[in-house]
């Protein structure tokens, strides 16, 4: 169960379908929109009623551009989530009703763990970001840093009681419907899954070692890679790589931005600055680029894409952070919103991108000084190259695959 935008959704696909290679019935409970991520996976699909895109493209999803800050956004989108949640519980207690495990992500994780308390029914959490408190880093979603050893864990129990009142509004009359006494202090159920539900996390602990203030049952697997059916690249695509020197893939993914033709213009022209061709995914910003030098594409996958290119400009999102550190290229982190700003921060330690270049802060002349580090300096490409072999060595899928087989 997830929810959220494509990036919350697309590894579930191939975790899922390794689960069913292992003999397990699986169904991916989420959007409408993402039905078509699972086919050919042997994955069934039961969908949630919200349409993500259309919310962020709605006059309230709109209303996300107008706070630049971490915290200024993530309390408008607590509060578009928190209209929203009470419309998707239905069906996920009517998906639960056929199921032996609950398998949560975070955005749903309150009202799954209460789904799965009510029908007697064992659950573990599946997290694509760090997000139990610890004093080693502040929040992910409030784009992480450090605010001090104790800020930082003090700003991680806010915002856990923060996502909690997300929920607060339907977790009453799940409780009730499924026989549940009512949870009357606020962050009891919060404390209740922190003393000892199990949690695995998709991501490598290369690019975030685990916490080490973390309690056990936290765990960190390694990531967990799509589902794709693609042996190869669109015939456009091919032949746009072949017809010259490796380009820079250009994609914000599922953000959406105030103005795109400005954007897309300031991005043509760094890339043309800096002697680069490029692959421009249209995305749900809506890029697009023209002229010989410039593809424009829409989903490609990137496990295919990103091996075959110079460098990858992203938002940082965190599947396509993984996604550009698997194929072992360099990058140039754009940040837009909540967790984006902590995995550019961490693919600037690592080595592999010269440094985080926020979306505000972004000219012609500014990216292309970028670009021309990332793809000139020996160094971002050899530490880029040597974290990807590393990471694609791991097997994230397998530690989930054995730790459900446990629960039978």
């Not at 880029?384 to 530690?399: F, K, T, Y």
Request: glycine share 12%; aromatic share 6%; proline share 8%.
């Amino acid at each position: 169960m997830t929810a959220g935008s494509r990036g919350d959704v697309a590894p579930f696909t191939g975790l899922g379908h390794a689960l069913v290679r292992a003999g397990h019935e699986v169904t991916l409970v989420t959007h409408e929109r993402f039905a078509p991520l699972v086919s050919g996976s042997g994955v069934g699909f039961h969908a949630l009623p919200v349409d993500p895109r259309a919310e962020l493209e709605s006059e309230r999803g709109r209303g996300l551009h107008r706070s630049s800050t971490g915290p200024g956004k993530l309390l408008r989108v607590a509060r578009m989530a928190r209209a929203l949640v009470g419309t998707m519980t239905d069906d996920l207690v009517t998906a639960a009703r056929t199921s032996d495990v609950l398998l949560l992500s975070a955005s749903l994780a309150p009202l799954g763990h209460a789904v799965a308390e009510g029908l007697s029914l064992p659950s573990v959490g599946l997290y694509l970001q760090p997000v139990a408190p610890t004093r080693e880093f502040a929040p992910p979603m409030l784009g992480g840093g450090s605010w001090g050893t104790v800020g930082n864990r003090l700003a991680g129990h806010g915002v856990a009681l923060a996502v909690e009142q997300i929920f607060a509004p339907a977790l009453p009359a799940v409780r009730t419907r499924l026989g549940l006494p009512p949870v009357r202090r606020p962050g009891a159920g919060l404390r209740a899954r922190e003393r000892d539900w199990p949690v695995l996390h998709g991501f490598s602990p290369l690019v975030v070692p685990r916490p080490r203030d973390w309690r056990a049952g936290l765990d960190v697997t390694g990531y967990w890679w799509p589902y794709d059916r693609a042996s190869r690249l669109p015939s456009e695509v091919r032949d746009f790589l072949d017809a010259g020197p490796p380009p820079v893939f250009v994609g914000l993914g599922s953000a959406t931005v105030p103005d795109p033709g400005r954007l897309s213009a300031e991005i043509v022209a760094g890339l043309r600055r800096a002697g680069l061709r490029g692959v421009i995914q249209r995305g749900w910003a809506g890029l697009a680029a023209d002229g010989d030098d410039m593809l424009t594409v829409d989903e490609v996958p990137h496990a295919l894409l990103f091996p075959e290119t110079a460098a990858v400009i992203h938002h940082c999102g965190a599947g396509t952070t993984a996604a550009g550190v698997r194929a072992g290229v360099p990058a140039v982190p754009i940040p837009i919103q909540f967790d984006e700003g902590f995995w550019a921060d961490r693919l600037v330690t690592l080595g592999v991108a010269p440094g985080v270049l926020p979306l505000r802060a972004l000219t012609a002349e500014t990216l292309a000084a970028a670009l021309t580090r990332a793809t000139h300096e020996i160094a971002f490409r050899e530490r880029a190259r040597e974290l990807g072999v590393r990471v694609r060595a791991e097997d994230g899928v397998g530690r989930v695959v054995e730790a459900v087989g446990r629960l039978g």
